[in-house]
């Protein structure tokens, strides 16, 4: 047990420097949920004047949909480290060293979502200086953002896949965005579900981001709504176990 | 008991391809043992395998007494794995890269560093030990990741053609490194397509292509193997076939003259004792009016070794070494 921590953590720490030695990487990816936050919540502002809205502002709306795309973005990158690490023989260097194989991708997800928590933390931060403000408090953050960073991690098995099965890491990128950003439209992340047309209602009801946001919403505006964020975790976890199972399948079958 | 020992090793690839057809060999403790043969000849595939990377098809593979197979954590604390292309991490500095290695090794964080301050003492990085290795050149990444594979004093070393891509300046001194780690007490297998680096590095070698071993042994036992020296005959570059057909028929009955082969106007064969038949021989293609506008007289090369078991020369960017001309030098 003391082996496998001492494990997971010597890989999560080279993972965590390498993204700290690359800053340009970290802006770029906290670059579009920020331009989102403050451009959406500009242009979008008076939606929040629309009769059954539902919120103060259009702001306090937004705020948990971008921490959920922080996430989704670590997420979807998450491959290209793989990809990188098989194309520099790094894997293959880890592979031979008597580590357990586990250890290598749970490494990997506890780097992933350490960067997920920061970045989140930093656009929670931002968020507060623009004037969000945040029902539950820091405890409610905090669940925020942990609801996040696992629903990021399950993400991270789709990116992850697809950078085992293809090998490709500017593939990875693509398919990443690809899956990741009409998904998010087509959730209830930019509009409350009674202002959307009702084919997309109920896709909405069917997309696994919604879960995320509304647990997240409800978070920061409405207080501990147990029933949103179970359900949430739900959400995640059955996305996680399809996911991760892939991702472990993928890995297995490439190292034979 | 040797310390590595291959039996019967087969692997198919997935569609088909046969890599490896049933290579056996051991490797003695101590020795530099060499697997010379050209791309795709099944020296990558054989190497994947021993250091647990590749399953095989059947066969075995025992190092220091674990099969590889069946208890491979058990056989990884025994190997260090250098592979062709270099295995280090670009945003992390030399030092940071052999201490994730030691530390992924068991070491602790303590004798994760100073055993990463004296291997880049030894690979003379001691200097660029914190510059990020990103901005180092092939030499020094070679050497680096040569480094990361010792970091727990394997007792075996497997290394994929070390030398490819280096430029000779690099290759010498890396050639240099490893007679050094060898005499330490280290056995290291490698494979190379250099002759070059066959001949002066390796105690024994293996000749492979096409997934199986043509020939072992030490490369001097090899190369007088052949029975003579060999003798390279250049006829005019506008001779016609006929011509040239003459001289291979003139060269064969040449007294002590086997295997004459052909390429383009060149004809290259095996004569034992050189020196003194080469006048005959001479005097054999002057009465028969074939003109000759080169002739060379060398002592053999693994390049004529490899030929006789393959068929092929195996060609590599790579320039043999200099000949002495008719007046010729005997065997050591």
């Known amino acids: 047990m003391a082996r496998m921590f001492r494990e997971i953590h010597v890989l999560w720490k080279r993972n965590l420097v390498k993204l700290f030695r690359v800053p340009m990487l970290l802006f770029f990816s906290l670059f579009q949920p920020l331009l989102f936050l403050i451009l959406f919540s500009q242009v979008f502002g008076s939606m929040a004047k629309l009769p059954g809205f539902g919120y103060d502002n ?5 705020v948990p949909t971008i921490v959920g795309l922080t996430a989704l973005n670590s997420a979807f990158q998450s491959g290209m480290g793989m990809v990188n690490d098989i194309d520099s023989g790094l894997l293959d260097k880890f592979l031979i060293a008597p580590i357990r194989r586990s250890s290598i991708l749970l490494g990997k997800v506890a780097a ?3 960067r997920m928590a920061l970045q989140s933390v930093l656009i929670i931060a931002v968020s507060y200086l623009m004037g969000a403000r945040f029902k539950t408090g820091i405890p409610g953050v905090l669940a925020m953002i942990l609801i996040a960073v696992l629903f990021g991690i399950a993400w991270a098995g789709i990116s992850n896949v697809v950078a085992l099965r293809t090998r490709n890491s500017e593939l990875t990128m693509l398919i990443g965005i690809l899956i990741t950003f009409p998904i998010l439209f087509l959730s209830t992340g ?18 696994p981001i919604s879960y995320l946001v509304a647990a997240l919403r409800a978070l920061v505006n409405d207080g501990w709504d147990w029933t949103a964020m179970w359900q949430a975790l739900a959400v995640t976890a059955g996305l996680a176990v399809v996911t991760l199972t892939a991702a472990t399948r993928a890995f297995r079958k490439m190292v034979g | 008991m040797p310390i590595l020992e291959v039996q019967e090793l087969v692997k198919i690839y997935p569609g088909g391809v046969k890599a490896v057809d049933g290579v056996g060999f051991a490797v003695e403790e101590g020795e530099i043992f060499g697997f010379l043969g050209p791309n795709g000849a099944g020296k990558t595939t054989t190497i994947r395998i021993c250091v647990t990377l590749l399953a095989p098809t059947s066969g075995r593979v025992v190092v220091d007494g674990v099969d590889v197979v069946r208890q491979p954590e058990e056989a990884r604390h025994r190997i260090g794995y250098a592979a062709q292309s270099v295995g280090v991490d670009d945003d992390l500095t030399a030092r940071e890269n052999l201490v994730l290695q030691g530390r992924l090794h068991g070491l602790s964080k303590g004798d994760a560093h100073s055993k990463a301050s004296e291997l880049l003492e030894v690979i003379d990085l001691l200097d660029e030990g914190d510059r990020r290795v990103g901005t180092f050149s092939g030499g020094m990444r070679k050497r680096l990741d040569l480094a990361q594979a010792l970091v727990h004093h394997p007792r075996l070393l497997f290394l994929d053609e070390p030398t490819t891509g280096l430029d000779p300046q690099n290759r010498r001194a890396l050639w240099n490194y490893l007679r050094a780690l060898n005499d330490s007490g280290v056995t290291i297998f490698l494979t ?19 997934g199986l071993i043509k ?28 011509l040239v057909s003459k001289a291979r028929r003139v060269l064969g009955e040449v007294p002590g003259c086997t295997e004459v082969t052909i390429a383009d106007t060149s004809l290259s064969l095996v004569l034992k004792d050189g020196a003194t038949r080469l006048a005959g021989l001479v005097r054999a293609l002057d009465a028969a009016g074939v003109p000759v506008v080169r002739l060379e007289l060398a002592e053999p090369t693994l390049d004529d070794v490899f030929l006789r078991h393959t068929g092929e020369r195996l060609r590599v960017d790579e320039v043999r070494p200099p000949s002495r001309m008719a007046h010729g030098r005997r065997r050591p």
């Open chain 1, 58 to 62: 259009y702001l306090q709306f937004l």
């Open chain 2, 215 to 242: 020939v072992e042994g030490a490369p001097d036992t090899l190369k007088a193997g052949l029975g003579g020296d060999v003798v390279t005959v250049t006829l005019p570059g506008d001779a016609a076939d006929e």
């Open chain 1, 112 to 114: 992933d979502a350490t």
């Open chain 2, 192 to 210: 190379t397509q250099y002759l070059e680096e066959a001949d002066v590095l390796c105690g024994r070698l293996a000749i492979i292509d096409r």
């Open chain 1, 190 to 207: 930019f509009m409350p579900a009674v202002l959307l047309p009702d084919w997309l209602d109920t896709v909405a009801k069917f997309n």
